[in-house]
């Protein structure tokens, strides 16, 4: 018998490890994988296509449930995207909260992933750990949004509301405990030597490699590519604060790994810097025809209540033209196409997804390696199937 | 965000540099919000592209994006749209082919491995063709699905006729 026998199996849609409905097929020799085709569309809800039917405002709460991790990530991007088009400038209180906000999300986002990445390899505790840090962030949401997850808490032009009071103490306790918690976890996992043999030179990508698949995010800097749009095209004030862009060398699982809990420490470096320069001032732009009045304005003012029932029955209008707005979200490069023709429904909306562009990446990093290092790869990888999916 | 002043696209590097390479494959160039776009003969993308990628004053290495907008009822029907980025110079630029319903657009997967699945989308959502390209099915919607929702004459809420009919697919 000399014919090649290999073997064909499905892992997933319902794996524990591929964190949602994501199916891949395998086919194996033993234990090492030949090949490996990703199956995705499970979870494809047609947002775009809702998006092309409801007013500017409306889109916002379907941003939420793409990257459902980091839901004022996508948020942020999608008002940008709709700001960029009207050529609307938000008051700086509102950027400065924005930029705040959106870190912090990004600390929550990577603790998910760090959480449920130590799951998958083997290590319980970092996930217990992870949650508990992870509770705080939903809670600040709740506080400011009114909602833990689906926040919807910015709006075109600004913000649904101004910080509740006490908020700032509850980010600077946030701020002053964290630290100790990442060394927490560090002390976990960077020296263990079980999870440097399950993470070093595994699902290894070369950065030529990973820049043709078009990753970004944490995946692409783990290469060695410094590529972040925080600082290469800075948006909402970014270029006003000093972080530094994680880096790795060699493009492995442990490298993506040491990245993200670099990012993380920026993050809180942003956080910081936010909550000191926090400006007084208007929280949205004051155009009557984009910001609701205030609601006892209503109540006396005809122009007011005029604006009030145009707004929340017609929406705003916007130039014709398109219009592309990436910002960096916790997974890497998240994009917002809009074309406008004029009316107050965006005429197409595409959400350049990063989870949907780096799960690419996979079948270059997996095949040949075993069955387990799938595993760790897909959880390095970082992606949010709502995403992918869209 | 709050523009200044419109750049002129052709006083745009990319444009200038492509109108010298190609004068027959652009056919017209565009500036709002200062991000330029480029409309190009489809037959040309994929050329227009390797050059964009490969020549070193332009190196646009990654392509962060693409997609489709269907202009129902216009002629030629549908946009293939690229978003591509210089990680050099820090440049984004934004190609467009035009093609009528049942025509292909050339892959440009051969340019950059990210098109793969891009491309799948847009025949998934569109029912663009995409000529050259190693794969194409759908991605999203199953195989056997009928009708491209991303088109404008796809209804954004229905159901298929053997869901309503209680039967089996």
């Excluded at chain 1, 014919?3 to 591929?18: K, L």
Aim: hydrophobic content about 40%; glycine content about 6%.
């Amino acid at each position: 018998m000399t014919e090649a026998r290999t073997m064909t199996i499905n892992m997933g849609p319902q794996h524990p490890s591929t964190h949602g409905v994501l199916r891949l097929v395998l086919e194996l020799d033993g234990e090492v994988v030949v090949r490996c085709t990703p199956h995705i569309g499970y979870l494809h809800t047609g947002m775009e296509k809702i998006a092309e039917s409801k007013r500017y405002q409306q889109v916002i709460p379907i941003t939420d449930r793409m990257d459902y991790l980091a839901p004022l990530s996508n948020n942020l991007a999608y008002v940008l995207a709709v700001e960029k088009l009207m050529g609307i400038e938000v008051p700086p209180r509102a950027k400065v909260i924005r930029v705040m906000m959106t870190e912090l999300t990004r600390i929550g986002s990577h603790l998910v992933w760090l959480g449920t990445h130590a799951i998958d390899i083997g290590a319980m505790s970092v996930f217990l750990y992870a949650f508990r840090e992870r509770e705080q962030i939903l809670d600040m949401y709740e506080q400011v949004a009114g909602a833990r997850m689906m926040s919807s808490y910015f709006r075109v032009g600004g913000l649904f509301a101004d910080l509740p009071e006490r908020f700032e103490e509850t980010v600077r306790s946030f701020v002053t405990s964290f630290p100790d918690r990442l060394a927490e976890y560090e002390n976990l996992l960077t020296a263990n030597p079980i999870w440097i043999q399950r993470t070093k030179g595994v699902g290894v990508i070369k950065p030529e490699d990973a820049v043709d698949l078009g990753m970004s995010g944490p995946n692409l800097r783990a290469c060695g590519v410094p590529w972040d749009i925080r600082k290469s095209h800075p948006y909402s004030g970014y270029e006003q604060y000093s972080f530094e862009i994680s880096r790795g060398t060699h493009g492995d699982v442990y490298d993506r790994y040491l990245c993200r809990m670099f990012e993380m420490r920026q993050s809180l470096a942003i956080v910081r810097q936010a909550l000191e320069h926090l400006p007084d001032g208007p929280i949205a732009v004051q155009d009557p025809k984009v910001t609701p009045p205030p609601k006892p304005m209503v109540k006396k003012s005809m122009e007011a209540l005029i604006h009030h029932f145009l707004l929340w029955s017609e929406g705003f209008r916007t130039p014709v033209g398109e219009v592309y707005q990436s910002i960096e979200s916790p997974k890497g490069e998240f994009g917002v196409y809009l074309v406008s023709d004029g009316s107050n429904i965006p005429y197409r909306v595409h959400f350049r997804a990063p989870s949907f562009v780096n799960l690419q990446a996979l079948p270059r990093m997996a095949e040949g390696r075993l069955v387990a290092d799938v595993v760790a790869i897909i959880g390095s990888i970082d992606i949010v199937l709502g995403e992918v999916d869209r | 965000m709050d523009d200044l002043k419109e750049a002129n696209a052709e006083e745009n590097l990319t444009v200038w540099k492509l109108r010298e390479r190609f004068p027959e494959a652009i056919l017209s160039t565009k500036s709002f919000r200062n991000e330029i776009t480029i409309v190009v003969k489809p037959s040309e993308i994929s050329r227009v592209c390797r050059h964009l990628k490969e020549e070193p004053e332009l190196r646009y290495d990654f392509l962060s994006d693409l997609t489709a907008v269907d202009r129902l009822r216009e002629h030629p029907r549908f946009e293939v749209v690229y978003h591509l980025y210089s990680l050099q110079f820090k440049r984004r630029v934004r190609l467009k082919v035009l093609v009528e319903e049942g025509e292909a657009v050339p892959s440009v997967t051969q340019v950059w491995g990210t098109a793969d699945w891009h491309e799948r989308e847009v025949y998934d959502m569109f029912g663009v063709g995409v000529e050259g390209h190693p794969d194409l099915r759908r991605i999203l919607m199953p195989e056997d699905w009928e009708g491209h929702p991303l088109r404008k004459d796809y209804p954004v809420q229905a159901s298929p006729k053997w869901w309503e009919e209680g039967g089996e697919r």
